[in-house]
């Protein structure tokens, strides 16, 4: 890499690597020859946070920046030289990025700000606005991961306490039926936020 390197990913079938460097350079490495494949210069990113890669059958690679913007790209036999869609809901530096098992949900935050999270439907690129809203109670989000399975979302804060949110798919309504609340009506596939725990933090022993 042409400079120090803040972020790593594996390919979904585990014969690449993604890094990228402080000059926002995107490489993708082969895992057993160990050259570089291909090399890329985001556009628009001032200095990349993270990276992040779904692991469905049309995987994306998801590229968090310090200004919060977030800029998808399809993975193919080589990226395109801009990103495929960009996403520019959260205002400061992105700290954690997470897509779900099944790729379909792409989560993003930023510590800098109370309650700066944001679930993206990949599949129209839409930001979900029935969840997480203003009265969800995510205070300096530190760290967030899916579930292996993908029906459990533990977001981590900088309180010391974890939240576990579980989703389950949502009937899609045909037109002329009664609509669910302010869901997304455009999304293909609905989410449903359904019984949200706030966990302690563990607590430290006492000394004898």
Not at 151 to 168: H, P, S
Not at 185 to 208: D, E, F, Y
């Amino acid at each position: 890499m042409s400079s120090r390197g803040v972020s790593l990913v594996f390919s979904p079938n585990q014969a690449s690597l993604y890094s990228a460097d402080e000059e926002c350079n995107i490489y993708e490495w082969d895992i057993v020859s160990g050259r570089c494949r291909q090399k890329l210069k985001e556009p628009w990113s001032v200095r990349i946070q993270c990276l992040a890669i779904s692991a469905n059958e049309k995987a994306k690679l998801a590229i968090g920046s310090s200004t919060g913007n977030i800029d998808v790209f399809d993975v193919g036999a080589k990226l395109s030289a801009e990103p495929n869609h960009s996403i520019g809901n959260l205002t400061t530096r992105i700290d954690a990025l997470r897509f779900s098992s099944d790729g379909q949900i792409l989560a993003a935050a930023s510590r800098l700000k109370p309650g700066a999270m944001k679930l993206v439907h990949t599949g129209t690129m839409t930001v979900f606005q029935n969840w997480p809203t203003q009265r969800t109670p995510l205070h300096r989000v530190s760290a967030l991961d899916f579930s292996c399975q993908g029906g459990v979302l533990a977001v981590g804060n900088e309180a010391g306490r974890v939240k576990l949110t579980c989703f389950v798919p949502a009937l899609i309504l045909s037109p002329g039926r009664e609509r669910l609340g302010n869901l997304c009506g455009t999304l293909q596939s609905l989410l449903v936020c359904l019984g949200p725990a706030l966990c302690a933090a563990p607590r430290k022993s006492r000394s004898q």
